[in-house]
């Protein structure tokens, strides 16, 4: 069964502070990797990403994806409050596009 | 509008009662999906429109829920006889992909379902 798992569930840190959030997945036919950030309700897109090893960068955001150990990561630098949201990774398979159930990162100021 | 747009931001209904809510997609935008997120869930995808192809519905966790799309534009999904279960943010996502692998999807505000 196709299945997409983001860890930690859950992470608080201080501004400033630098974080990881992982992402694994297990998918047939995969073809991308995709990263949004959720304020509230509405997730924003992030990155995609569909070759190994190249790095996307955005600001303080950077996203790389691993075909062979089948992960995605995603860095924050300098995290700001602003950055506190539920990150959420998703990987299109033949069917859907299957969710992770997403990492709270809380940046304390 | 700019994004996808959606409506009511929120709803509040009695157990048993029909409710609707709308999606309209960023113009252009050729599929259209919903989707349901439950408290501290994932997203869990409903249903999935791409032009004028028959929509896919395997994720639509019971026949209480329905959606259409008309004129490959505007969606109303439907829930029937609502249950306390159903409580949820729904959320709409428009791209413009022909094909559903490649997709970079654009959500909407959502909708916050309470059943009572």
């Known amino acids: 069964e196709d299945k997409v798992v983001q860890s930690p569930l859950s992470l608080v840190v201080h501004e400033g502070d630098t974080v990881t959030l992982n992402c694994s997945y297990e998918?047939?036919?995969?073809?991308?990797l995709l990263w949004y950030k959720q304020e509230k309700k509405a997730p924003t897109f992030l990155f995609m990403l569909t070759s190994s090893g190249i790095e996307k960068k955005s600001g303080r955001l950077s996203s790389i994806l691993d075909k062979k150990e089948l992960f995605s990561i995603l860095n924050i630098t300098a995290t700001q409050t602003g950055d506190s949201a539920v990150y959420l990774c998703?990987?299109?398979?033949?069917?859907?596009?299957?969710f992770g159930a997403g990492t709270r990162l809380t940046v304390k100021p | 509008g700019a994004g996808v747009s959606q409506s009511p931001s929120n709803k509040v209904t009695e157990k048993g009662k029909d409710v609707e809510l709308r999606c309209d997609p960023i113009s252009g935008h050729t599929a259209l999906y919903w989707y349901r997120q439950s408290l501290g869930q994932g997203l869990e995808f409903l249903i999935y429109f791409q032009g004028n192809s028959a929509p896919d519905k395997s994720g639509l966790p019971s026949d209480r829920f329905s959606a259409e799309r008309t004129g490959g534009s505007v969606s109303t999904l439907t829930i029937q006889r609502t249950q306390q279960e159903d409580s949820a943010v729904y959320l709409c996502a428009s791209s413009p992909a022909q094909r559903r692998s490649t997709d970079t999807q654009y959500f909407g505000p959502g909708t916050r379902l309470t059943v009572l």
């Open positions: 998918v047939t036919n995969f073809r991308s």
């Open positions: 998703a990987v299109p398979n033949n069917n859907d596009m299957r």
